[in-house]
């Protein structure tokens, strides 16, 4: 799980079993984008390597997923 000062109360990161990253947002009373679509409050969407994530109003961080 991904934790940040920033992120609290906007979404966190979670891999399942197969080691899939899912964007779970936290009922934020802002938003949260992947590649400028808007993420619905409450929902999660799975995470693709490259995607373009914006927490808020602003914070940007762009998912890799590595191989292990």
Do not use: T
């Amino acid at each position: 799980v991904l934790a940040s000062k920033h992120l609290q109360g906007h979404a966190i990161i979670e891999f399942d079993d197969r080691g899939n990253a899912y964007l779970k947002d936290l009922n934020s009373l802002n938003y949260n984008l992947v590649n400028g679509k808007k993420l619905p409050s409450g929902s999660q969407i799975m995470l693709n390597h490259g995607d373009l994530i914006i927490f808020g109003k602003g914070l940007f961080h762009q998912f890799y997923r590595m191989a292990f």
